[in-house]
């Protein structure tokens, strides 16, 4: 694996501020609508494995420093910009027999190096109300949402294009190249979840609101090259009842296989999640079918757009039917700004281990609090609880300790 020196971080930071002088004299709209963020994310990691193995449990603390910059765009018909990213991370505590936890570009039987770092910038050009990206990126759509549940965010090297010349139209199109995992310094193929990986990953699709943005449908294509190509469909609807607003998030892929890869892919993934909220309360029922004879396909290590990604589980095996209960509290409407929590159940079965059927079930209990004032203000502590208990892979107990805090450089 490759090792990139700490001193990455300093040199995207220098970039970042020398890019912004530089628009000071070229034009003000290149520094003034500029922003830059340092996060600090402290993150302890303990996953308990209950049945016996080679290793009992994957336990690391480390530290972990995430630099953004966005300029913004230089005066004129035709906008010019640059988005930087850096981050590092730091080992705090490790051991060969617990490493492995995804925080630290270590694995069970070797705790790795004492830090890793990664920087990388997109130049960006702006005409009317379309932004054309080319180099780093970490995209938030449904149809590859880059992951950010470890110490350093994943991020993949690529080309994307957002159009909004229309109310309420959002386009979107992409190939993605390249990828950052979260706990690696390399740059490599973009692997999917079910085997194979690709040099590029193309994507197109959007999104419409309308019924004064109550209403959302989407519609989206991609393809990771001679692996698998995918279509979603997805409609979003709230509506506000007496105190209550109700919701419905409904999603519908339709995977197969593509190119020579031998995969045979034949998939439909099924998800809907229900809400229901009034005041500091909201209650969610998922349901989500993977039906196929393969697990759901998605790009490795993102956030699949599915009821049932949690904490640990995503209930996408072969076949698998699962449902959920969730429970979400905001304690600011109850006089304790700043504390929220949740806490939810999914079991999932329907799918087969060696000639018997296979079940599982997740409970999760997640806190959050910020503080709201004093010398820490924005500090941030999440405690995340998990319990796993399956037939189809070992059982585990986990917790999470995460501390963040931002500040603003610009």
Not at 26 to 36: I, N
Not at 94 to 105: K, T
Not at 174 to 199: C, F, K, M, P, W
Not at 382 to 398: F, L, P, Y
């Amino acid at each position: 694996m490759k090792h990139v020196k700490p001193h990455a971080l300093a040199g995207a930071v220098a970039l970042a501020l020398g890019a912004t002088t530089a628009g000071q004299v070229q034009a003000s709209g290149f520094a003034d609508d500029a922003s830059a963020t340092l996060q600090l994310r402290n993150f302890y990691f303990n996953r308990d494995f209950r049945d016996p193995g080679a290793q009992s449990k994957a336990e690391e603390w480390a530290q972990g420093f995430i630099f953004k910059a966005e300029s913004g765009f230089t005066e004129g018909f035709i906008g010019f910009g640059l988005d930087v990213y850096a981050g590092l991370g730091v080992k705090l505590d490790s051991a060969d027999e617990r490493a492995g936890s995804g925080l630290l570009p270590s694995s069970f039987g070797d705790e790795g190096p004492g830090s890793y770092s990664e920087a990388t910038a997109a130049a960006k050009v702006r005409l009317s109300q379309s932004v054309l990206k080319v180099g780093g990126l970490m995209p938030k759509l449904p149809i590859a949402s880059s992951g950010d549940l470890r110490l350093l965010p994943q991020e993949f090297t690529g080309a994307s294009l957002a159009v909004n010349e229309i109310d309420n139209l959002d386009l979107q199109a992409g190939q993605l190249r390249e990828v950052n995992y979260r706990n690696s310094t390399n740059s490599e193929d973009i692997r999917a979840t079910v085997g194979g990986s690709a040099d590029r990953f193309n994507y197109l699709g959007g999104s419409y609101a309308f019924n004064s943005d109550n209403t959302k449908i989407g519609l989206w294509g991609a393809e990771l090259d001679d692996v698998y190509e995918q279509t979603l469909i997805n409609l979003i609807h709230n509506q506000p009842v007496g105190d209550w607003v109700l919701g419905a998030n409904l999603a519908y892929f339709d995977t197969g296989d593509a190119g020579s890869q031998p995969l045979d892919i034949d998939h439909k993934m099924k998800s809907l999640m229900l809400s229901a909220a009034t005041g500091a309360h909201t209650f969610r029922l998922g349901y989500q079918h993977s039906d196929g004879d393969t697990a759901f396909p998605y790009l490795a290590e993102t956030d699949p757009y599915i009821a049932n990604y949690v904490q640990i589980l995503d209930f996408t095996r072969a076949d698998e039917k699962s449902w959920q209960a969730r429970y979400d509290i905001n304690f600011a409407t109850l006089g304790v700004p700043g504390l929220s929590a949740f806490t939810r159940y999914v079991q999932g079965d329907n799918f087969t281990v060696g000639t018997s059927e296979g079940s599982e079930w997740e409970r999760d209990i997640d806190i959050s609090y910020t503080l709201q004032s004093g010398p820490l203000k924005n500090l941030s502590v999440r405690w995340r609880n998990a319990m796993v208990r399956s037939n189809a892979t070992r059982d585990i107990d986990e917790n999470r300790l995460i501390l963040n805090y931002s500040f603003a450089l610009k």
